[in-house]
């Protein structure tokens, strides 16, 4: 499989001429023509109702489904389903905790092959993951809660995501904390840039 890192949360995983892209937002997506779409939640920067097209293959969350103007897949946590050779684990159900004062988003997280996980905006408790797609950045997520999860679920090797809202220095201080955390705690971060990708 490569996998392929865009802007912010969004990636792109191709196998044998099957392509899933997961989470084009508003921040930018690549081409989508001929790909499998796949999306985690209805945030904007995770969901461009833009560039979906009638006839486009889309899976996404119910809460997805009602918010934009062409029919997809309706999916939840338990669903599998496969894209040419790619088989897809749907897992959990909601979004990470931003604030007590807003309401709790639907969320779900995808598990390509058994190998790639996408979590969406959410710490999804798998161990054992070859790859994971690991959100770093935003109003969510902190530098800790990154830890915590290396701590208890180690993948084999990570991407960091979902740091489409900081600049170069935000970025190069990420990039020293999450090469030191992966150090400490058995991991190998694989510090893509966007456009990059790597085969597994």
Known sequence: M?????????VEIE?????????????????????????????PDH????????????????????AIPVECHIVEH????????????????????????LAVAENVGYLINGRVLHPGDAFQPLKKVELSLLPVNGPWVKMLD???YLRKFPPQRFIGI????????????NKKFLTALAEAYG????????????EI
């Open 146 to 148: 990154v830890e915590d």
């Open 47 to 66: 969901v461009d109702p833009a560039v979906l097209k009638p006839g486009m293959s889309i899976y996404a969350p119910r809460s997805v489904a009602h």
């Open 78 to 101: 338990g669903r599998n389903f496969t894209v040419g050779s790619l088989n897809v684990e749907v897992l959990g159900s909601e979004h990470a905790l931003i604030s007590h004062a």
């Open 15 to 43: 196998d044998h001429g099957n392509r899933i892209i997961i989470d084009p937002g508003t921040f930018g997506a690549p081409n989508l023509e001929g790909a499998t779409i796949l999306i985690t939640h209805n945030h």
């Open 187 to 198: 991991s190998q971060y694989l510090a893509l840039g966007e456009g990059e990708s790597v």
């Open 162 to 173: 979902h740091d489409g809202i900081m600049n170069e220095r935000g970025l190069a201080i």
């Open 2 to 10: 490569k996998i392929t890192r865009h802007i912010h949360a969004c």
